[in-house]
């Protein structure tokens, strides 16, 4: 099991690196651009040379990109269709010349128009993604808390994008408070069994890339998106415990997105409470030799 976080990219993409074994993690997600603007991401070469011999250093185990929060592939308008399906074929490009495992990006929201009616385009949206991008990285679907007429909140509504097509890159990313927001308990060991048992039978076990780990600041089924320090929320030490050692979640890495002891982001407490949730020796702080 990998244990890692988001980081900032602030100074260059490559200082991400920096930042990640900063506090101990040992895989790590970014935004390689602003994730309130649109934009395409691009690097000069002398950065990109500056990242891949850092990340070569490092010992890292995997980046995930996380993609703008403007896109949506359910919208009925067509040119923001149209922008969010080549911002995500930009960071797919941009994710294989970096050799990033994976693009994940939130699906969006139908605005009042109904699943049922927007999945057709979701699903034509997804293939065409896929088909313009020879990129080995995973295009991972994040399942959604719920609110703004979002698509993707319930497992059956991201196991019916999923059904675009059978190209192995796509994928899901599961995030825990989104899960707990949506009316996914995992407290008992049985609502967990329940609840893991329909993202099994909707999704499938086989389909899952990565892990978001947060806390809830928002009670089970509230539908709002609000991260909490592990172990400050909702859902608490003893559940992300249970999910930490249930070998269906086991196998793929837990990336950590709190808002940290001082609201900077993850940091290496943070890092360690999930490490010590899941059995393991604590991380320490490290840095790239010079």
Same mark, same amino acid.
């Given at each position: 099991m990998?244990?890692?976080?988001?980081?900032?990219?602030?100074?260059?993409?490559?200082?991400?690196?920096?930042?990640?074994?900063?506090?101990?993690?040992?895989?790590?997600?970014?935004?390689?651009?602003?994730?309130?603007?649109?934009?395409?991401?691009?690097?000069?070469?002398?950065?990109?040379q500056?990242y891949?011999?850092k990340?070569?250093r490092?010992?890292?185990?995997?980046?995930?990109?996380?993609?703008?929060?403007?896109?949506?592939?359910?919208?009925?308008?067509?040119p923001?269709?149209?922008?969010?399906?080549?911002?995500?074929?930009?960071?797919?490009?941009?994710?294989?010349t970096?050799?990033?495992?994976?693009?994940?990006?939130?699906p969006?929201?139908?605005?009042?128009?109904?699943?049922?009616?927007?999945?057709?385009?979701?699903?034509?949206?997804?293939?065409?993604?896929?088909?313009?991008?020879?990129?080995?990285?995973?295009?991972?679907?994040?399942?959604?808390?719920?609110?703004?007429?979002?698509?993707?909140?319930?497992?059956?509504?991201?196991?019916?994008?999923?059904q675009a097509? &059978?190209?192995?890159?796509?994928?899901?990313?599961?995030?825990?408070?989104?899960?707990?927001?949506?009316?996914?308990?995992?407290?008992?060991?049985?609502?967990?069994?329940?609840?893991?048992?329909?993202?099994?039978?909707?999704?499938?076990?086989?389909?899952?890339?990565?892990?978001?780990?947060?806390?809830?600041?928002k009670?089970?089924?509230?539908?709002? &998106?609000?991260?909490?320090?592990?172990? &400050?929320?909702?859902?608490?030490?003893?559940?992300?415990?249970?999910?930490?050692?249930?070998?269906?979640?086991?196998?793929?890495?837990?990336?950590?997105?709190?808002?940290?002891?001082?609201?900077?982001?993850?940091?290496? &407490?943070?890092?360690?409470?999930?490490?010590?949730?899941?059995?393991?020796?604590?991380?320490?702080?490290?840095?790239?030799?010079?």
């Amino acid at each position: 099991m990998q244990i890692g976080a988001h980081v900032s990219t602030r100074g260059g993409i490559d200082q991400a690196v920096d930042n990640a074994l900063a506090i101990g993690a040992e895989v790590f997600q970014t935004h390689p651009t602003s994730p309130q603007q649109w934009g395409t991401p691009r690097l000069d070469d002398e950065i990109l040379q500056r990242y891949l011999d850092k990340y070569a250093r490092s010992g890292l185990g995997g980046h995930f990109f996380h993609a703008i929060y403007l896109i949506n592939l359910a919208t009925p308008k067509e040119p923001h269709l149209r922008q969010s399906i080549g911002s995500l074929v930009h960071y797919m490009e941009l994710a294989g010349t970096l050799g990033a495992t994976g693009v994940v990006f939130h699906p969006g929201s139908h605005l009042g128009a109904g699943l049922a009616a927007m999945l057709p385009q979701v699903q034509e949206a997804l293939r065409e993604i896929l088909g313009r991008t020879t990129s080995p990285a995973r295009l991972l679907i994040e399942n959604s808390a719920g609110s703004g007429g979002c698509v993707g909140c319930g497992f059956e509504e991201v196991g019916g994008m999923l059904q675009a097509c &059978d190209d192995p890159r796509l994928g899901v990313c599961l995030d825990t408070q989104h899960m707990f927001a949506s009316g996914y308990d995992v407290r008992t060991p049985e609502t967990r069994e329940a609840s893991l048992a329909a993202f099994g039978r909707d999704i499938g076990f086989e389909r899952l890339v990565a892990i978001h780990a947060n806390d809830s600041l928002k009670p089970l089924s509230s539908n709002v &998106d609000r991260h909490a320090n592990i172990g &400050d929320g909702e859902i608490g030490l003893d559940a992300l415990s249970m999910l930490l050692h249930d070998p269906r979640l086991g196998a793929v890495p837990w990336i950590l997105e709190v808002p940290g002891i001082e609201r900077g982001g993850p940091d290496l &407490d943070q890092i360690n409470r999930l490490r010590q949730c899941a059995g393991l020796e604590p991380a320490v702080a490290g840095a790239l030799a010079k």
